[in-house]
């Protein structure tokens, strides 16, 4: 399936021929690199660098911010709302997109039918989730990884199947002669072959439960009770009240724990993907 | 066997049944508000946003082209990062792909203050321009794209090398025609995102006539349910032609 094309050394080695190829490769990057300094990087690091600072940035406070935003209690419980939201929803999207899935395969020639079914709430606008969750839980995390998962379910779902797809049926049939019933024959071999989809659905899954923040808003306001409020209701109403020093705080300690996530998977890769 | 079979398919009917319902049931009750009032259907919410009150489908046609070039410029600016950093083998891509995607999975709150600073800076805002630019430089298109090109298989792109085939052709006739499928597929879900956005317009354009249709179905009152609905259907059509341009493109093409 992969080509066996052995990756490059990271060591940058100069010869003439490579010099030319690393600059007419830089000369296409270049547009987004630029753009993305500009719009994103530095942006961030202006952000960064000010959370530093006191006193519409004359005095230099170190992390007397990050003291003061961390002890609110405010932040604290938004941020603990976002994790598990974040948690619960990526569970729930990876076991209901598999099962999605694989009830697609069962189905094959009729699948279409499901799937396009399915991909229509992803088109609808947010107001059509609030409408039909509203009645269910409406105070509760859960309404808003109901919402999530009516959304984005059916996505998942085509995504995964089409992973299921490249899966030649000589792994199934070499399982089976093993003796392997179904549920066996999904762990050991459907699972292990879509990794790399999961691995996209979970991306895709980050973004898109950040991006129920928009339901959330259409469901309680601004200032929601009880498990609604997520960090980003915590920066947003901050910006409304122009306290800047406590959203880039908000927004820094984001970015971090991001990195550290990412770290986490990058380190842990070699036990997510196996000994292959 | 037969039996068993019957009995499996009724089972497997059925559920593909409940699936329809959960998904389309609360569409068509959104559909069924924009055709009451007072107790009885009415063709009259339709009446006004497609044919009495001009307003809204010229958000529509504005919001459309808003998209489309959202769509384009990001998908261009990102096949040509993706291109130049996985196929030239820049050096360092891998510590930016892993910066993209911190960048990637960030929400959009955390950027916002900061990018409405250097807006303001480089006076953009209140124009178009506000939304336009911070969005081709998303890096979406570009992580997804430095993955699927890295999959791509690389002794046809070296052998047109060897025959001396310029970078450009490279990619347009090459690589590009090779991966079509991903990169429709990815062009739709950008096609999406774009269409929906709403935080960036509420944040940096301050006059209302600027916001794209999307922000009008997030910040309406909710006394105009009635109204709500056929902008609703107006916001979806252009999403289901995308989608079924997008997914013939990218799961029928052998």
């Known amino acids: 399936m992969k080509n066996a094309r052995k990756k490059p050394s990271s060591i940058m080695i100069f010869t003439a021929r490579n010099r030319r190829r690393y600059l007419t490769g830089l000369l296409w990057a270049a547009p987004f690199l630029i753009g993305a300094v500009i719009f994103l990087l530095a942006p961030f690091l202006r952000l960064t660098w000010g959370t530093l600072f006191r006193g519409g940035g004359r005095r230099f406070a170190g992390f007397d911010n990050y003291r003061e935003v961390f002890a609110s209690e405010a932040f604290r419980m938004a941020a603990l709302h976002t994790v598990l939201l974040l948690a619960v929803s990526l569970i729930c999207i990876i076991s209901i997109g598999v099962l999605l899935a694989l009830f697609l395969k069962s189905i094959k020639d009729h699948a279409p039918l499901v799937m396009a079914a ?159 | 066997m037969e039996k068993r079979e019957k009995r499996r398919w009724y089972v497997k009917g059925s559920a593909a049944g409940i699936l329809l319902c959960i998904f389309l049931v609360p569409v068509l009750a959104f559909l069924e508000r924009g055709l009451w009032e007072n107790g009885g259907f009415t063709l009259r919410w339709y009446r006004e946003v497609f044919l009495s009150s001009p307003l809204y489908l010229k958000k529509f046609w504005v919001s459309l ?104 052709k490279l990619l347009t006739k090459i690589l590009l025609p090779i991966e079509s499928r991903p990169v429709a597929a990815l062009g739709l879900l950008v096609f999406l995102y774009a269409w929906s956005m709403v935080e960036q317009p509420m944040s940096f354009l301050k006059d209302p006539q600027l916001y794209p249709l999307a922000v009008y179905l997030m910040t309406a009152p909710e006394r105009e349910w009635g109204l709500l609905s056929p902008c609703g259907v107006l916001a979806v059509l252009p999403l289901l032609a995308a989608a079924g341009v997008g997914i013939r493109r990218s799961v029928y093409e052998a």
């Open chain 1, 118 to 276: 399915g991909l229509v709430p992803f088109l609808m606008p947010a107001l059509a989730a609030v409408m039909a969750v509203r009645f269910i839980c409406p105070d509760s995390l859960w309404s808003l990884c109901l919402m999530h998962l009516w959304k984005y379910a059916g996505f998942y779902g085509v995504l995964l199947a089409a992973a299921m797809n490249q899966i030649p049926d000589d792994y199934y049939e070499a399982a089976q002669m093993e003796g392997a019933g179904y549920w066996k024959q999904v762990r050991i071999v459907t699972l292990p072959c879509i990794r790399e989809m999961m691995g996209f659905a979970v991306i895709l899954g980050v973004v898109h439960t950040f991006l129920g923040y928009r339901e959330a808003l259409l469901l309680a306001g601004t200032h929601p009770p009880g498990q609604l409020y997520l960090i980003q209701h915590y920066i947003s109403n901050n910006f409304e009240q122009m306290n800047q020093m406590h959203l880039s705080v908000a927004a820094v300690s984001v970015v971090f724990a991001m990195c550290l996530c990412v770290g986490a998977v990058w380190a842990g890769r070699r036990w997510l993907y196996g000994k292959a």
């Open chain 2, 65 to 168: 082209g808003l998209t489309l070039l959202l769509t384009v410029g990001q998908m261009a600016v990102g096949i040509m990062a993706a291109y130049g950093m996985v196929i030239y083998e820049l050096p360092g891509r891998r510590v930016i792909a892993g910066i993209l995607l911190i960048l990637l999975l960030l929400p959009v709150q955390v950027l916002l203050v900061p990018q409405y600073l250097v807006l303001e800076r480089l006076k953009l805002l209140d124009t178009m321009w506000a939304i336009i630019l911070p969005y081709f430089f998303l890096p979406f298109s570009t992580y997804f794209l430095m993955i699927f090109f890295d999959k791509a298989d690389r002794s046809v792109l070296d052998a047109a090398r060897l025959e001396g085939t310029g970078s450009v």
